[in-house]
């Protein structure tokens, strides 16, 4: 079975510094997605960003950027200049390519909550 | 322009009750899922439709019946509700061209606060 693991339940950061959220994750696949959402105290899951496991790149979106580690099955979001409305809950997911006939579940992590003081 | 839209937002019913809460995206996704929240924030997928069929069916208790009309609808059904059906539940969608959909990443309604006392 394919497992999700945060291993930082909780973490703190400065406004205008950089935090770095771990992330590993399970599996005997070599074809997945990795995705990290944020979910704020409003209850909304928000995309923050997502990278191809056959991507050796790592992806970037503005002050979010990850650190995909394929064979040490790791995939850390680091986000840079830290703002107080990225307080947050973060999940790490993940969604294997199906196999024929089937569908492939997004598989989450359990969190880590994130805050930002002045 | 609300893409996932769910109701209600709060729903405060009593043990043994049946409910009802509906999610409509108006993104023009073929997929739609439910994922339930419980009280310590963990995440897991309980149902998936696609183009109106079941293509995921996790372990849930069979007093929960999904239901989706059409591709753009999917209301999730919860009979004799119990203490520990109390969670957040949300609903989801995704394009995929095909029944998979791997690599398209899912948009979230707002989810349902449901509280059985």
């Known amino acids: 079975a394919q497992t999700v693991t945060q291993s930082q339940p909780e973490m703190s950061v400065q406004e205008a510094e950089t935090v770095t959220l771990s992330c590993t994750y399970d599996?005997?696949?070599?074809?997945?997605?990795l995705f990290w959402y944020k979910q704020p105290p409003s209850r909304q899951m928000i995309l923050v960003i997502r990278?191809?496991?056959?991507?050796?790149q790592n992806a970037t979106e503005n002050r979010f950027s990850v650190n995909f580690q394929k064979a040490a099955k790791s995939f850390s979001l680091k986000i840079s200049d830290s703002q107080l409305g990225d307080a947050a809950m973060y999940f790490c997911?993940?969604?294997?390519?199906?196999?024929?006939?089937?569908?492939?579940?997004?598989?989450f992590g359990t969190g880590t909550r994130l805050q930002v003081t002045l | 322009d609300t893409a996932v839209s769910q109701t209600p937002k709060y729903l405060v019913t009593q043990m043994g009750n049946d409910k009802s809460i509906k999610c409509e995206q108006n993104?023009?996704?073929?997929?739609m899922y439910w994922y339930k929240q419980d009280s310590k924030k963990f995440l897991k997928i309980m149902f998936s439709?696609?183009?109106?069929?079941?293509?995921i069916n996790e372990t849930v208790p069979n007093r929960f019946s999904p239901k989706s009309p059409d591709k753009a609808h999917l209301n999730l059904h919860i009979n004799s509700l119990e203490l520990g059906d109390s969670a957040v539940y949300f609903c989801?969608?995704?394009?995929?061209?095909?029944?998979?959909?791997?690599?398209?990443?899912?948009?979230f309604g707002n989810g349902t606060r449901l509280t059985v006392t």
């Open positions: 993104l023009g996704h073929d997929t």
């Open positions: 997911a993940y969604r294997p390519r199906p196999t024929t006939g089937t569908a492939s579940k997004l598989t």
């Open positions: 989801a969608s995704s394009q995929g061209v095909q029944k998979i959909s791997y690599n398209s990443p899912l948009h």
């Open positions: 439709y696609n183009n109106k069929e079941l293509i």
């Open positions: 599996t005997s696949e070599s074809d997945y997605y």
């Open positions: 990278q191809e496991a056959y991507k050796q």
